[in-house]
Nanobody
Framework: QVQLVESGGGLVQAGGSLRLSCAAS????????MGWFRQAPGKEREFVSS???????????DYADSVKGRFTISRDNAKNTVYLQMNSLKPEDTAVYYC??????????????????WGQGTQVTVSS
């Protein structure tokens, strides 16, 4: 089973930036959908972004409305790593951020239960 390890979280002021990384081990993931989710205290885990292979080394990205235009997902298949660049951070972005893998691009890619493997999460705190 693949192992996912997130890094890059931290404390940042509103308006600042962070880049999260998620390194996958155990197998290559170039054709697998990778997603980012987040969970704030007392709230359900919510979709942030996903990147899906659509063929010929082409990928399609999707974003939650709340982060569109501020966050960018990318991947480096040579490093088995997916990134989430987060700009113009807001206090409401504060949460634990998780990366996840959906090898077969199964179902609605915004639904957490369609992902098979999860990382341990990394805390992002945005101060006002």
């Amino acid at each position: 089973q693949v192992q996912l390890v997130e890094s890059g979280g931290g404390l940042v002021q509103a308006g600042g930036s962070l880049r999260l990384s998620c390194a996958a081990s155990g197998r290559t993931f170039s054709i697998y959908t990778m997603g980012w989710f987040r969970q704030a205290p007392g709230k359900e885990r919510e979709f942030v972004s996903s990147v899906r292979w659509v063929g010929s080394m082409t990928y399609s990205a999707d974003y939650a409305d709340s982060v569109k235009g501020r966050f960018t997902i990318s991947r480096d298949n040579a490093k088995n790593t997916v990134y989430l660049q987060m700009n113009s951070l807001k206090p409401e972005d504060t949460a634990v951020y998780y990366c996840a893998e959906n090898p077969l691009s199964r179902g609605d890619l915004r639904v957490p239960s369609n992902y098979d493997s999860w990382g341990q999460g990394t805390q992002v705190t945005v101060s006002s």
